[in-house]
């Protein structure tokens, strides 16, 4: 039975209800996992607010700020999870972001800055949690990240953000190797197309939606609850001997050629 009672978890990316990362959230608390929350800031506290009454029903034991591009909060965020955990089992990673104008038109005019900011924000992030994860994952953990078929197949509109994804699948293989020896598994669920608020940024989004419909051997797309099952199969005892993986979780749509 998959059971994470006395684990703790720690999502990050969670922006409303339609987001992966809630799916995923809600399903380690299922399971009996402490919820711990990290929240983008901004300037005038509106995400804060949207995303600390969105969990409230999963009673988070730490809601925390964690822009990923500020090496400082990284810091904080780890330090501040070390006072108040000491220790932690689960690091949820499913942060991604382009900028609008990268992620429509030909990809040959990907800007350098547009290139560099969805690498940094959508890859080096898994990285640089990584970095702190470990210290404080002394009797070894679970990594889990989101990525897209976008990363191993060209998709329209997708572009420069799936340069990022194959490099964020690389990165999941090269930290498995790396922090295996920890005991420290790191695994990456590929999510069929789901509308979201960072979907809506990809041109075409709700015809990928209607095309894995129609093409998928389930005849459907997934649902945030279904990869939701899957990261906390992954971050269970169930799933001990699986590390360095992409998992599939898209209604069999990766298996179609024509």
Known sequence: MLDLTGKKALVTGIANNRS?????AQQLHTAGAEIGVTYLPDDKGRAEGKVKTLTEPLNPSLFLPCNVQDDAQV????????????????????LAFANRDDLTGAFSDT??????????VSAYS????????????????NIVTLT?????????????MGIAKAALEMNV??????????NIRVNGISAGPIRTLA??????????????????????????????????FLCSDLASGITGQVVYVDSGYSIMGM
């Not at 898994?126 to 953990?141: D, H, I, S, T, Y």
């Not at 897209?148 to 420069?160: I, M």
């Not at 293989?173 to 920890?182: E, K, N």
């Open 20 to 24: 992966i990362a809630w799916g995923i």
């Open 75 to 94: 810091d904080e965020l780890f330090s501040t999870v070390k006072e108040k955990w000491g220790t932690f089992d689960i690091l949820i990673h499913c």
């Open 199 to 232: 979907s809506s940024a990809i041109g075409g989004i709700l015809d990928m939606i209607h095309h894995v419909e129609e093409v998928a051997p389930l005849r459907r797309t997934v649902t945030q609850t279904e990869v939701g099952n899957t990261a906390a």
């Open 126 to 141: 898994l990285v640089r949690l990584a970095q702190g994860a470990k210290a404080l994952m002394p009797e070894g953990g």
């Open 173 to 182: 293989r090269y930290l498995a190797a790396d922090l295996g020896p920890q």
């Open 111 to 120: 800007s350098r800055a547009g290139f560099d900011l969805a690498l940094s």
């Open 148 to 160: 897209y078929l976008g990363g191993v197949r060209v998709v329209p509109n997708y572009n420069v």
